[in-house]
């Protein structure tokens, strides 16, 4: 069963907004990470938060990470048309546990 | 440096015949790790590696799938026979170990359809 689970499932924006994404998940964690998958292709890890970090910046991602509340958010800056993807938060136990992913689409 | 490969990208079969999936990790990477993905959904685990050992295969359905790596390598997973309900894509993944708690390095895994 997967832990993680994303929200939105889906999420719109135009160019040069921002985009949130939100994971919650349900037992204790190491670390917990960010993937993106173009369409076709593999998973490319973004960044890394571990349990006991609060927040962490990586270019134009911003993640936040709330242990109390068993929750992360992926804020995108100014976003691009190659934003375009799907986003993953996985959960660091034994192994990596993935959510179903929030699938963005950045219009023109 | 080669990420890590991964052989045939796509790959059409008719249910009950066998089809096998190629996974060559990162140089130095002792952990590897098949996920199956369907569509919509997020990676899920297999199988995982530490070097040549299979340490955790609860998640790998053993009447029709098998997986190995000889010398703690290459992979390759196997079904027989194949199942309709098996079309996802397989991916493969490497780190340099199971206590890295880095992130994977995946590859771009194989489509696979069962028709």
């Known amino acids: 069963s997967q832990q993680g689970e994303e929200d939105p499932q889906a999420l719109s924006i135009q160019e040069g907004e921002n985009a949130t994404m939100n994971c919650s998940y349900k037992t204790s964690i190491n670390n917990l990470q960010w993937y993106r998958q173009n369409s076709g292709r593999g998973l490319v890890h973004l960044i890394l938060i571990r349990s006991n970090e609060r927040e962490k910046h990586s270019g134009r991602l911003r993640v936040t990470l709330d242990t109390s509340k068993k929750s992360s958010s992926l804020l995108i800056t100014a976003s691009r048309a190659a934003d375009t993807a799907s986003y993953f938060c996985a959960t660091r136990g034994q192994n990596f546990v993935f959510g179903p992913g929030t699938r963005l689409s950045v219009l023109p | ?115």
């Open chain 2, 1 to 115: 440096e080669a990420g890590v490969v991964q052989s045939p990208r796509y790959k059409i079969i008719e249910k009950k015949q066998p089809v096998a999936f190629w996974c060559n990790p990162i140089s130095g990477h002792n952990t590897l790790y098949w996920y199956r993905q369907n569509l919509g959904q997020g990676p899920e685990l297999l199988i995982r590696y530490e070097n040549e050992e299979a340490v955790d295969d609860s998640q790998l359905p053993k009447d029709r799938f098998s997986a190995e790596r000889l010398k703690g390598v290459d992979s390759t997973l196997k079904i027989q026979p194949a199942e309709l309900g098996d079309s996802a894509v397989y991916l493969c993944a490497s780190s340099l170990s199971s206590r890295d708690r880095g992130g994977y390095t995946f590859g771009s895994g194989t489509r696979l359809t069962v028709v």
